[in-house]
Structures are given as C-alpha cells and as structure tokens.
C-alpha cells in the first residue's frame, strides 16, 4: 500500500489518458475557433464606425478577461481538491451556453451575457494542463504541454477555416455549430475521460487560494523563477494583444473576409501543430529548453514587426510560415516552470499562470483596440495601423531580456554550488 506521504506512482495507463484529454481540449478549441473569424465582424453589426467596433470589441475582450481572471484560480484549485474531470465537464457546459447566447443576442448588451458565462467557465486549458502534468513524468512534462498545445492548434486549423465558411453564410452559424461541440464535447468527457488525479495526491480546498489575485501574489513571492513568470507575462500579454486586433486588423488593412481571415488562422494552427506535436521533441534535445525559450521569443518579435509592416495581404502567410520556432517558446518556458513545484500543487500553479493570461486578456484587448481605433482612419497603405504589432514586439523584446537574464545568473547559482560541494 501507498503511505500518502509518499508519492503516487502514475498510471500505466497515462498514455491512454493523455489521448483523452487531447480530445477534450481539441473540441473545445475547435468551438472556439469557429468563433473567432466571425466575432469582431458580428459587434459590427450593432455599431456604424469602425472606431466603435474596435473599442466595444476590446471592452467584450475585456470583460471574457475579467471573468477568466476572477474564476480561473478557483478552478484550478477545486480541481486540486475534487479532481481534474468534474472541473472539466463544467468548463464544456458553460462554453456551450455561451454559444448559444451570443448566437441568440439581439443587442450588445446579450452579446455581453455570453462573454460574462465563457469567461466564468473558460477552464479547460488551465485543468487539462494539471491533468497532463498529474500522468506525465519529469523528464517528459515539456513534451505533454507541447502534445496539449498541438491539440489547442488543430483546434484552430479546423476551426476558424470552418468558421470562415459558415460566417459567409450567417454570422450566427458558427456559434450554432461551436455549442454543438461543445455538448457533444460534454457527452465525450462524462463517458471517455477518466479521472487523472488519485485521492491521495489531492490537496485541501482553502478560500486563500480562490482569490484571483492570491495566486498572482504567490507567482510574485517565488524568487527562484520571477524572471520566468515576468517573461512568460511578456510574452502572452503580446500574444494577447495580436489575437484580440488580429481580425479586425486585417479587416480594415486588407479588407479582408471572415473566409480569409480563417484562412489564416489556419495557417496559424497548423504551424503551431507541426512544431508542438512533431517538433518540439527534437527541438528541445538540439537546443535545450532555456536556448529554445530565448530563440522562439526572438522569433516572435521579428515576425510581430513584419505583420505591422506587411502592405500586402499575402506578406502574413508568409511572416506565418517563417515564425515557426515561437510556436515552441511557450511550452518550453512552462515546463521549465512547472518543473519548480511539486506535484500535489500542479492546478494551483496552472491556474495562477492562467490568470496571468487573464490578465492579459482584460487589458491587451483594450489598449490594442485603442491603438487599432486610433488608426483605424487612416489609409490602409500606412504603417502606422501596425502600431499594436510593434508593441507586441516591444513586449517580446523584453521578456528576451528578462529570460536571458535569470537563465544566466541561474547557471551561474548552479555552478557556485557545484564549486562548494565536496
């Protein structure tokens, strides 16, 4: 028998496990995806200047952000307490209602009530992250973020091209469409996706670790890896920032359709998809993770500075395919991260880098449609409406700094140890 003061031994079957999880979250990104070439264009609808559709766009942004920001904490924590999967039904119940109310909103104001319910519900990458670290090992934890990572971006090969699409017709279909996945998601995790975490590795439920910004002030306590959290802020505040101005950019430089624009984001997924799912492993043993970190941040802010400065709509396809390494920074840096904390507080650390991402998402969508609107009447051969891509490369620009920094004077803590021990 177990003591539980000794550590759980994983599944045999954590291979099987992961593969279900991997589904889960596919379904759930491929509904969301279907959404994402439609949404901007559907605000447009209730507004009649394009500074408007930026700045009510942001605002949706912004409040899905405050929602995550404020649930996503308690989430991870109860999935601590109660297990990964019950958490995970509810995240795919919720992004089904907030589906069909938006599909069904007459007005901004019933756009907003879905936004509200998705962001109170929006768990499923933050749990399907500790549930993959609950059956990985330490050595593999970098590859099982990357196999999640893949999924998320198969997610979003299928689900803007198909969004696309459907929005030509309507642009209430894809919502119709993406909560029909997300119950058919539901239905798969009641019956398919076994529970990841055993009761003896489950930790106490405690109010201290439902507030949202407990976890942002724990994050900010751990010294040993402050660098990695502020360049892993950097780096998905910018990420933010680009998704939330990404189709409404291209809309009002290249006048592009929610069809091409979904074309792109496909583009995008499968990018992502090569390099977290076939190539992150061999990336990693050539480079290591601290050298992949550095590399794939450097090639995100060299692409972010071409997309501002793109004058032709086929330069993004292109600036897509060469960015190939940023798609690797990401899970690179979290498993170096993750690495730093014991397996019983996995969702909570989950969780915690999760509303940083929350963050990100309140703000980023402002002040990115605030520089879009700003822009927004200028014409379209002007480089100035790429102003929100250049400060997407200033903040990727900085986190380089920031993770060169600690990963130096990090081997330069290891090394003074190794010199004083016998």
Not at 179 to 187: E, I, Q, T
Request: glycine letters at 10%.
């Amino acid at each position: 028998m177990t003591s539980k003061s000794e550590p759980v031994p994983l599944s045999t079957t954590s291979q099987g496990n992961l593969k279900f999880v991997l589904v889960c979250v596919f379904i759930d990104m491929l509904g969301i995806g279907l959404v994402v070439p439609v949404l901007p264009i559907l605000v447009g609808e209730f507004v009649h200047t394009r500074d408007l559709q930026a700045l009510w766009y942001g605002i949706m942004g912004a409040v899905f952000g405050l929602m995550q920001f404020i649930f996503m904490p308690m989430l991870g924590a109860v999935s601590d307490r109660v297990g990964r999967r019950p958490v995970l039904l509810y995240s795919m119940a919720g992004m089904c209602i907030n589906f069909l109310s938006t599909a069904w909103a007459p007005n901004l104001a019933c756009m907003f009530i879905g936004r509200v319910i998705g962001g109170a519900s929006s768990a499923s990458m933050s749990v399907a992250s500790a549930y993959a670290s609950d059956i990985s090992t330490h050595e593999n934890r970098a590859k099982s973020f990357g196999k999640i990572g893949a999924a998320f971006g198969l997610g979003f090969i299928a689900g803007p091209m198909l969004g696309g699409l459907l929005g030509s017709i309507n642009l209430h279909l894809p919502f119709y469409v993406a909560a029909g996945l997300s119950a058919a998601n539901f239905v798969y995790g009641y019956f398919c996706v076994p529970e990841s975490l055993p009761e003896a590795r489950r930790s106490k439920f405690k109010l201290t670790r439902v507030n949202p910004l407990d976890g942002l002030f724990k994050l900010a306590r751990r010294e040993d890896i402050r660098g990695l959290i502020i360049a892993f802020a950097l780096m998905t505040c910018a990420q933010m920032m680009l998704q939330s101005t990404w189709v409404l950019y291209t809309h009002f430089r290249f006048n592009w359709s929610p069809g091409q624009n979904g074309a792109a984001l496909f583009c995008v997924g499968m990018a992502a998809a090569v390099v977290q799912a076939g190539l992150l492993g061999i990336f990693i043993k050539w480079f290591g993770e601290m050298r992949l970190t550095l590399i794939g941040l450097a090639s995100g802010c060299i692409t972010y500075t071409l997309y501002g400065l793109a004058t032709q709509g086929w330069m993004m396809y292109l600036f897509i395919c060469c960015n190939l390494m940023a798609f690797a920074a990401g899970p690179a840096l979290q498993g170096i991260i993750s690495k730093s904390t014991d397996a019983a507080r996995q969702g909570e650390l989950m969780g915690s880098l999760q509303s940083i991402s929350s963050i990100g998402i309140i703000f980023m969508p402002l002040l990115g449609s605030a520089i879009l609107g700003e822009v927004s009447h200028l014409p379209a051969n002007d480089w100035r409406i790429g102003s929100s891509f250049f400060v997407c490369a200033a903040m990727q620009a900085v986190a380089i700094l920031v993770a060169r920094h600690y990963f130096r004077t990090h081997d330069m803590k290891q090394a003074a140890v190794k010199a004083v021990q016998p």
